[in-house]
Structures are given as C-alpha cells and as structure tokens.
C-alpha cells in the first residue's frame, strides 16, 4: 500500500520510499551513487536517525493526549514496528536494543552515560546474534556513533566558547562518525570520501526535514487525500534541493585506497588524530577547572 502511495508521488516518493523501508529500487538515476560519492551513505541506509524521527514523531503525537510514561510506551510499539516493517539490520537493531535497554535502565531509576549504553548494547546484540560482528553495516553502525558520541564531545568542549554550539555539534559529530570510519571504510570500501563531514551537516537537516515532511504527508493521505495533492509541489522543491546538494557534494575529490600501506596509513592517521583530540580535550577540561570553581564561589 505504501509502494502504490509513494510511487504517484514521482522521483519524491521513490525517495522517501528508500528512507522509510530501505526499498531503494524506485531511486533516481545516479543517487544512490551520488550519496555514496558525497560520503552520504548512511542517511540511505536505515540507522539509528531514522529509527529517532520515527519515535520522536510518535513521543510528540502521544504525549499530547496521554501522560508520559504512556506517550514512551507508545514510541517504544511505534518503533518496533517500524523495525518489523522495515526489516532487521544490525544498525537498525542496534538502535532498538539502545532504546528499550535505555528504557529499562530508566524504569529502574538507573541512569547510565550514552558511551556506557552503546557499550551494553553491543554485548546484548553479540549475545543475541554473534553473526552481527562479521557484518559492515554492524562495524560502520558502531563505529559511526562511538565516534559521535567521544569525538564529538571533545570538539564541542573544546570550541564552544567561540562557536555556537547549535552549530559546532552537527560539525563535530560529522567529523567523530567519519574520522572512526575511515579505517573501516578504507578496508571494505577501498574509497574515503572527506567532504562527508560538510556534506553531512547541511544535509543531515534536510533530509530530517524531508523525511518528518514525508510522514505527515502519508498520514495525511489517508485523512485528505486532496491536500496531500496540493502539498506534493512544494515537497518536490525539498526533493529537489536534496538531490541538488547530493550530486554537489559528490562531485568533490575522493581518495582511493589502493594497497595496504594506504589502509595502514589511514587507520594510523585515524588513531593519532583521535589521541591528539582527546589530549587537547583534557588540557582544555584542566584549564577551565579553575574558572568553574571560581563561578561557582
């Protein structure tokens, strides 16, 4: 029934088709290549982003009418399901068992850091399916939100003072999930494609846009189908601004991983980086002590 919805919709609904089930045969000519070239891949594959619009949707729908703990226990059945719908992946399974053991933990008064959760997380999918570890979508998921979760908040730590952090966030999430990337992706891929930490930020916010737009719109069709009609216009003009930026960001230099040395070096590189960020992380964390204890006089 969705695949007969979206497919009127054109190029838009194939899309939004590809975000909300991974069903990726309905997508324009050359974007899925282009999301690949731009270091883009991700925001097509189902993710722990997609499975947070989904329940953040579901909270916000809930909990006008019902109390909280109800509106959680409706976003907790609205994304199992989805994940039902959409079928199992490591990285969205991931996302699942994060949520309900975050769930859980909270239940129980328990609060527990996101490193800590991602930590739990990982034992609790290996435990349940071991053959999850020798999958690329298992390391990427990990390894995207381990550097998410340390590489960003080092970097907005250290440069908040002097960049919005509203700002200064998406930047440095981008560079954590690509810099503990690169040497997963050096080694599958054999490509790294270093615009990806722009791309990523201006197009991360679109496609959010596009994807909450497209929901509304498709719980809107079985409501009014007439305005859906009059609103498909102005959601092909967001379509088109995705794909504008897409095959921008593709066009962009990628390096090419081409024997071991490369993969050696990167993975290297990729380490020093991360130590010299957390180094600098902790020398701003000793400097700013000071200031802290004084304010707080």
Not at 181 to 195: E, N, Q, R, S, Y
Request: charged share 10%; glycine share 8%; with cysteine.
């Amino acid at each position: 029934s969705l695949m007969r919805l979206l497919y009127d919709w054109g190029a838009s609904g194939g899309l939004l088709l590809a975000l909300t089930s991974g069903n990726r045969e309905y997508l324009e000519d050359g974007l899925k290549i282009a999301f690949r070239d731009a270091g883009l891949s991700h925001i097509l594959a189902l993710s722990g982003m997609h499975l947070s619009i989904i329940g953040g949707i579901a909270l916000g729908l809930a909990a006008g009418t019902a109390g909280r703990r109800l509106a959680v226990r409706f976003s907790l059945i609205v994304v199992s399901l989805f994940v039902w719908f959409a079928g199992n992946s490591p990285s969205l399974d991931r996302s699942l068992i994060m949520v309900f053991t975050a769930a859980f933990l909270r239940s129980r008064g328990i609060r527990i850091n996101l490193f800590s959760l991602l930590a739990l997380s990982a034992i609790i999918q290996l435990v349940l399916s071991p053959e999850d570890s020798q999958s690329l979508a298992f390391k990427l998921s990990y390894a995207s939100l381990t550097g998410i979760v340390l590489v960003g908040t080092w970097v907005t730590y250290c440069l908040e003072p002097w960049i919005p952090s509203r700002i200064l966030s998406g930047f440095g999430a981008s560079f954590g999930a690509q810099l503990f990337t690169a040497p997963v992706a050096a080694g599958t891929v054999a490509v790294l494609a270093p615009i990806g930490i722009l791309a990523a930020c201006v197009m991360t916010p679109l496609v959010t846009l596009y994807l909450v737009s497209g929901i509304i719109l498709i719980m809107l069709a079985t409501i009014i189908p007439g305005l859906v009609t009059c609103c498909l216009p102005l959601y092909g003009k967001i379509y088109d601004a995705v794909c504008s930026l897409a095959f921008f960001f593709s066009a962009f230099p990628k390096i090419a991983i081409q024997d071991l040395f490369a993969l050696i070096t990167v993975s290297i590189l990729s380490a020093v980086c991360s130590i010299l960020l957390y180094a600098v992380y902790t020398r701003t964390r000793l400097r700013r002590a000071p200031d802290a204890l004084f304010a707080g006089l």
